[in-house]
């Protein structure tokens, strides 16, 4: 059988399709790039926020008339569970977070029996994990291991606990032993994926903890970068902070989400910080590393928000000027508590003070960036540039993105790369030497 996957939402969610397609590829299934060569359209889901549910909803509307037999896995399947097969007939499975891992099964039982099937149950730790410890096709210089899955903060916005579960932790030595493979397959960057990383090992009291990991991980051979997304500022501890600059391998950037600078809304967030300590955290990273490039998260039109709420979180924006920030509109998502708080806001107010916020950001991101001209930055090769025609594009282990003219075959390889010009999304720069390996 011929399969496509659309994925939706995190890179967590791209992660988990690409092991669900070796899953399948184990079973004698073949993967293929469009949903018109397919049997079988895979649709891998986020519910985090709105518009990628609505798109979902939508794309099984649009693929329906195609006649293919359609699998939702994910978020918005754990979500709605049987209710998408009663409301959409072309569905023929319908299956959830932590069951991911009983794909090839499902789908044979569903071929077999000529029935709809959905499994969306919160099962034990170790078998809800059990999906990743699938060996990747690694064919690229960069891959994502996952060490946790689910959350236990119960933020008030936040959906993720009750489509993803309760924390819980890999062993240790399942993902040095991922990692390690990863690394003698020609993997150089890792990027380790959890919805709170700095409480890796918290459920695993004779494991390692988080810091224990990354120092690890430091050891192995081959390994030149390591990333780990996502932290939450009260979680993200000195131990973890004072790896920034000490460890070579560990990259010196962060996306630490802040979600607003009022102290009122964060916490009716339940965030769990206050405004001060977030900056406290950033004082000490800076203090390790002062070039640490930031990245963040932001919500915009919280319940109850004020302007001079509003007006705390741009000021804080500008006392931090992060590199990068991710910015939303807040949505109302079921099951949470802020969804039943007083002061929703109208939507055109949350749109302008998007704009507003997303101004300020761009102004930023683009000083930012031209400040980088002049540098020699190292650049892990990803793959030919959409712009300009010739170039290649890599990152830089601050995390942007160089488009540079090659110089011989240097695809998968670390380079050295002289920026002369930077833009609002991207750097333009010249290879300065032979590749570093």
Same mark, same amino acid.
């Given at each position: 059988?011929?399969?496509?996957?659309?994925?939706? &939402?995190?890179?967590?969610?791209?992660?988990?399709?690409?092991?669900?397609?070796?899953?399948?590829?184990?079973?004698?299934?073949?993967?293929?790039?469009?949903?018109?060569?397919?049997? +079988?359209?895979?649709?891998?889901?986020? !519910?985090?926020?709105?518009?990628?549910?609505?798109?979902?909803?939508?794309?099984?509307?649009?693929?329906?008339?195609?006649?293919?037999?359609?699998?939702?896995?994910?978020?918005?399947?754990?979500?709605?569970?049987?209710?998408?097969?009663?409301?959409?007939?072309?569905?023929?499975?319908?299956?959830?977070?932590?069951?991911?891992?009983?794909?090839?099964?499902? /789908?044979?039982?569903?071929?077999?029996?000529?029935?709809?099937?959905?499994?969306?149950?919160?099962?034990?730790?170790?078998?809800?994990?059990?999906?990743?410890?699938?060996?990747?096709?690694?064919?690229?210089?960069?891959?994502?291991?996952?060490?946790?899955?689910?959350?236990?903060?119960?933020?008030?916005?936040?959906?993720?606990?009750?489509?993803?579960?309760?924390?819980?932790?890999?062993?240790?030595?399942?993902?040095?032993?991922?990692?390690?493979?990863?690394?003698?397959?020609?993997?150089?960057?890792?990027?380790?994926?959890?919805?709170?990383?700095?409480?890796?090992?918290?459920?695993?009291?004779?494991?390692?903890?988080?810091?224990?990991?990354?120092?690890?991980?430091?050891?192995?051979?081959? +390994?030149?970068?390591?990333?780990?997304?996502?932290?939450?500022?009260?979680?993200?501890?000195?131990?973890?902070?004072?790896?920034?600059?000490?460890?070579?391998?560990?990259?010196? !950037?962060?996306?630490?989400?802040?979600? !607003?600078?009022?102290?009122?809304?964060?916490?009716?967030?339940?965030?769990?910080?206050?405004?001060?300590?977030?900056?406290?955290?950033?004082?000490?990273?800076?203090?390790?590393?002062?070039?640490?490039? /930031?990245?963040?998260?932001?919500?915009?039109?919280?319940? &109850?928000?004020?302007?001079?709420?509003?007006?705390?979180?741009?000021?804080?924006?500008?006392?931090?000027?992060?590199?990068? +920030?991710?910015?939303?509109?807040?949505?109302?998502?079921?099951?949470?508590?802020?969804?039943?708080?007083?002061?929703?806001?109208?939507?055109?107010?949350?749109?302008?003070?998007?704009?507003?916020?997303?101004?300020?950001?761009?102004?930023?991101?683009?000083?930012?960036?031209?400040?980088?001209?002049?540098?020699?930055?190292?650049? /892990?090769?990803?793959?030919?540039?959409?712009?300009?025609?010739?170039?290649?594009?890599?990152?830089?282990?601050?995390?942007?993105?160089?488009?540079?003219?090659?110089?011989?075959?240097?695809?998968?390889?670390?380079?050295?790369?002289?920026?002369?010009?930077?833009?609002?999304? !991207?750097?333009?720069?010249?290879?300065?030497?032979?590749?570093?390996?």
């Amino acid at each position: 059988m011929k399969f496509y996957i659309k994925t939706f &939402g995190c890179q967590m969610n791209v992660n988990e399709s690409r092991k669900v397609a070796a899953l399948l590829a184990r079973k004698g299934h073949d993967h293929v790039d469009t949903p018109e060569e397919a049997d +079988l359209i895979l649709i891998n889901t986020c !519910s985090v926020r709105e518009k990628p549910e609505k798109k979902v909803l939508s794309l099984v509307g649009r693929l329906a008339p195609m006649g293919k037999m359609i699998g939702v896995m994910g978020c918005v399947a754990q979500q709605y569970g049987s209710e998408l097969l009663e409301k959409n007939d072309e569905i023929k499975f319908v299956l959830g977070t932590q069951k991911l891992h009983r794909i090839g099964d499902i /789908l044979d039982d569903v071929m077999r029996d000529h029935k709809n099937l959905v499994d969306v149950n919160f099962v034990d730790a170790k078998e809800s994990l059990e999906i990743f410890r699938e060996p990747l096709i690694q064919t690229t210089c960069s891959a994502f291991v996952t060490i946790m899955q689910g959350c236990d903060n119960f933020c008030s916005y936040c959906i993720v606990p009750f489509v993803r579960g309760r924390e819980r932790s890999r062993p240790s030595a399942e993902i040095i032993s991922e990692i390690e493979g990863l690394a003698a397959k020609g993997v150089l960057e890792i990027s380790l994926l959890g919805q709170n990383v700095n409480r890796y090992g918290l459920d695993r009291p004779h494991d390692l903890t988080f810091h224990d990991l990354l120092n690890k991980i430091n050891a192995i051979k081959g +390994l030149r970068r390591v990333r780990f997304i996502t932290s939450q500022p009260a979680s993200l501890g000195d131990d973890t902070m004072n790896l920034f600059g000490r460890l070579e391998t560990l990259c010196e !950037s962060i996306h630490l989400p802040f979600q !607003s600078g009022s102290d009122r809304i964060l916490k009716l967030m339940g965030r769990g910080y206050t405004r001060g300590e977030y900056l406290e955290k950033i004082i000490k990273l800076r203090k390790r590393v002062p070039e640490i490039a /930031l990245s963040a998260d932001v919500i915009v039109g919280f319940p &109850g928000e004020t302007e001079q709420d509003f007006n705390e979180t741009l000021s804080l924006i500008r006392e931090v000027r992060f590199d990068t +920030l991710f910015s939303f509109i807040y949505t109302p998502r079921p099951f949470t508590r802020a969804s039943d708080y007083p002061g929703q806001l109208d939507k055109d107010i949350k749109t302008e003070r998007l704009q507003r916020l997303q101004a300020v950001q761009r102004a930023i991101t683009l000083e930012k960036n031209r400040q980088q001209a002049g540098k020699i930055k190292s650049v /892990l090769v990803e793959g030919k540039s959409k712009y300009p025609e010739g170039y290649l594009m890599g990152r830089t282990r601050d995390n942007r993105i160089v488009n540079f003219e090659p110089r011989g075959d240097v695809m998968a390889r670390e380079v050295a790369v002289r920026i002369v010009e930077g833009f609002q999304n !991207s750097l333009l720069g010249v290879m300065e030497e032979e590749p570093c390996i």
